[in-house]
């Protein structure tokens, strides 16, 4: 059964077949693993050689490529067998109405739960922090505009940030957040594709040239991870040098996707956990049963931050 998905993430790496089995051979020594057990190998590494070999036995097994250049996927290589998915794609395109509505109230629970967890930290005795608890529980996929709100009043106050307003192209604090955002969106599109979803068709966000609906959908649970990480960058730092987006920041906030998280009794990074959450929804859609999605939140987790 293919299940695992590949990532070959190591500076250098030499990627070839042999006796059936994908070997990746990295400066710490050769790693192998049999193709019949993959679905799919992202490939973010600087300076990677792939064999051709690889790619022939890679599409003999119905194995999907991902060749990221910094760490978004830029280019998809699929077995001729698998170049169009029928199956799931009709039942992605296909989704009933109803289940859509399910799985996108779904996500936002979990991302508003996620929210107040993160505002409660910062402020645990602040009268937004308490509004943002009662909302969080509100069961109505419209909470997300007003969970929003005092989400980012909490995280001004606490910042001692005065009229911050979350926008891409507004500065400051939304520059880390961008940033953070867009390493976030890469993780989630890597795993989109390893599970051969098409990231245009989404259960929310509207279709536009060149973007990512899905990808945007399902990573909404996971920005409070961003956002915490920012948090605390900018909390331990003078403001004149907080906001800049340093080589020293990036370091420290792509350090999200390594947190341990428990996913409903699995010890996981987040990366592992996007993964989880990603296969849960593509079950969801083959089945037409929102019930097998389980987006991410503090609350079945014992992270700590």
Not at 90 to 108: C, D, F, N
Request: hydrophobic share 45%.
């Amino acid at each position: 059964m293919s299940y695992h998905i590949v990532s070959i993430d190591a500076p250098q790496a030499d990627l070839t077949c042999r006796d059936g089995q994908l070997v990746c051979t990295t400066d710490a020594g050769a790693k192998r693993l049999p193709l019949e057990d993959i679905a799919s190998i992202i490939i973010t590494s600087f300076s990677a050689r792939i064999h051709s070999h690889l790619f022939l036995e890679a599409a003999r097994h119905g194995v999907a490529m991902v060749i990221c250049e910094k760490f978004q996927p830029i280019s998809l290589l699929l077995p001729a067998c698998r170049s169009a998915d029928t199956l799931l794609t009709r039942r992605h395109l296909t989704l009933a109405g109803a289940t859509r509505v399910r799985l996108w109230e779904k996500t936002i629970d979990a991302k508003c739960a996620n929210q107040a967890t993160i505002a409660h930290r910062i402020a645990p005795a602040s009268a937004a922090t308490a509004q943002l608890l009662m909302a969080a529980q509100a069961r109505s996929a419209r909470k997300e505009g007003g969970c929003a709100k005092l989400f980012w009043d909490v995280v001004s106050e606490g910042l001692s940030i005065e009229g911050f307003s979350r926008g891409r192209k507004l500065g400051g604090l939304n520059d880390l957040l961008n940033y953070g955002y867009a390493v976030l969106l890469s993780s989630v599109l890597q795993k989109l594709y390893g599970f051969g979803l098409d990231p245009m068709v989404g259960i929310s966000h509207a279709i536009r040239e060149r973007s990512a609906p899905l990808a945007y959908d399902l990573m909404e649970p996971f920005r409070p991870c961003v956002d915490w990480r920012v948090y605390q960058w900018v909390r331990d730092r003078p403001h004149a040098e907080a906001f800049n987006v340093s080589g020293e920041f990036r370091r420290w906030i792509t350090g999200f996707s390594l947190e341990r998280v428990d996913y409903f009794g699995l010890d996981l990074d987040i990366r592992g956990c996007i993964e989880g959450v990603v296969r849960g929804f593509r079950q969801a859609v083959l089945t037409g049963s929102a019930r097998h999605y389980r987006p991410w939140t503090w609350k079945s987790s014992k992270w700590a931050g």
